[in-house]
Nanobody
Framework: QLQLVESGGGLVQPGGSLRLSCAASGFNSEHYAIGWFRQAPGKEREGVSCISSSGGRLNYADSVKGRFTISRDNAKNTVYLQMNNLQPEDTAVYYC??????????????????WGQGTQVTVSS
């Protein structure tokens, strides 16, 4: 059974950094595209960043370009999201999700097939 578990969330001050991890089990994640999505209170879930199965194709939302970096270690079945210069508007529950396809075309939640439970990221002084 495919399972995704996020970790690394927490409370950080504006300008700070966090690294989120998405650990996959029950399947070989190198065969799947993985994406990070977030949902703030009262807002729809949105795509943050996605990475193809090979790691060769990356997508970033305009709001995080230059601040967030997605990467994957297929040997560890883990995908990371390095988040730098965090701002209060980045506060949300962050989810990782897998697509049975080799890539996310638009990095949108509708493309995901399986989801993790989410990890809270709060940016506040």
């Amino acid at each position: 059974q495919l399972q995704l578990v996020e970790s690394g969330g927490g409370l950080v001050q504006p300008g700070g950094s966090l690294r989120l991890s998405c650990a996959a089990s029950g399947f070989n994640s190198e065969h799947y595209a993985i994406g990070w999505f977030r949902q703030a209170p009262g807002k729809e879930r949105e795509g943050v960043s996605c990475i193809s199965s090979s790691g060769g194709r990356l997508n970033y939302a305009d709001s995080v370009k230059g601040r967030f970096t997605i990467s994957r270690d297929n040997a560890k079945n883990t995908v990371y999201l390095q988040m730098n210069n965090l701002q209060p508007e980045d506060t949300a529950v962050y989810y990782c999700a897998a697509s049975l396809l080799l890539l996310f075309t638009r990095c949108e939640p509708s493309e995901a097939d399986d989801w993790g439970q989410g990890t809270q990221v709060t940016v506040s002084s």
